[in-house]
């Protein structure tokens, strides 16, 4: 009985719905001139494109980094102690080779200075030397030639010339002297064909005697030029 009443309930509220909902039709309904058209709204299609799945990255577990040894800081301060010792001594090693270098070169250029010096010094002297000379056989030529006109003076006057001579003979004398000037020997070196042309040439030579003016010669001069002297004799004239 319960059941036939739930139903027949049900039955009048569908009824009572569909009441409702024809009237409020009829209320809206209008005339079909004033019907309202909808067009079809033109929707523009587009192909989408789907982007490419990203593959998961799967990270790797970071390496785990060595544990760093522990310094032994007493061991790496007598290394570097090390270190600085050897730089140090070979600092001053390479000091002591260019200080030697150095030393080696100043004491050659030194020594070449020397050698330039004392080159110098004999080239001087031996240029002095040189010129002395000279001044010194200049002033024994002039003191020679001095001497040999006072003999040329002395024989000349005491030569006769014999009545045979003629103007191309000529005799050469040569006489030995010694430091006191006197005449100590007198040898014909050339004769000149006529024996009392050659005879009056050594009696000139004997008369002179002695030169007493050699005395003041110097004895090295005396020496070298007058320990033997040559004259020649001609009719114009008596050389020595």
Same mark, same amino acid.
């Given at each position: ?57 799967? #990270? *790797?577990? /970071? +390496?785990? !980094?060595?544990? =760093?040894? %522990?310094?032994?800081? &007493? $061991?790496?301060?007598? @290394? ?8 140090? #001594? *070979?600092? /001053? +090693?390479? !000091?002591?080779? =260019?200080? %030697?270098?150095?030393? &080696? $070169?100043?004491?050659? @250029? ?28 200049? @002033? ?101």
């Amino acid at each position: 009985m319960s059941n036939f009443l739930s139903y027949a309930s049900a039955i009048l509220v569908s009824i009572a719905v569909h009441v409702l909902v024809v009237g409020a039709l009829l209320v809206n309904w209008q005339p079909e001139s004033k019907r309202v058209m909808i067009q079809p709204q033109f929707i523009e299609a587009k192909l989408v494109e789907l982007a490419p799945k990203k593959k998961p990255v799967v #990270k *790797k577990p /970071a +390496a785990k !980094k060595p544990a =760093k040894p %522990k310094v032994d800081q &007493a $061991k790496k301060k007598r @290394e570097a102690d090390r270190r600085r010792a050897a730089e140090k #001594k *070979k600092a /001053a +090693a390479l !000091k002591a080779k =260019k200080d %030697k270098e150095l030393k &080696a $070169k100043e004491l050659e @250029e030194k020594r070449l200075a020397e050698l330039e010096r004392q080159r110098v010094a004999t080239e001087f002297a031996e240029t002095l030397e040189q010129e002395q000379a000279q001044l010194n056989a200049q @002033e024994e030529d002039r003191i020679a030639n001095s001497f040999r006109q006072l003999i040329q003076q002395r024989l000349s006057e005491n030569w006769s010339r014999p009545p045979s001579a003629r103007r191309d003979m000529e005799a050469v004398i040569r006489i030995r002297l010694v430091p006191t000037g006197r005449v100590v020997g007198v040898t014909i070196l050339q004769s000149s064909g006529d024996i009392a042309f050659d005879r009056s040439v050594e009696q000139a030579a004997f008369k002179a005697e002695q030169f007493v003016e050699l005395q003041k010669m110097d004895a090295g001069l005396f020496e070298r030029r007058f320990r033997q002297v040559d004259v020649a004799f001609s009719p114009q004239d008596l050389r020595l």
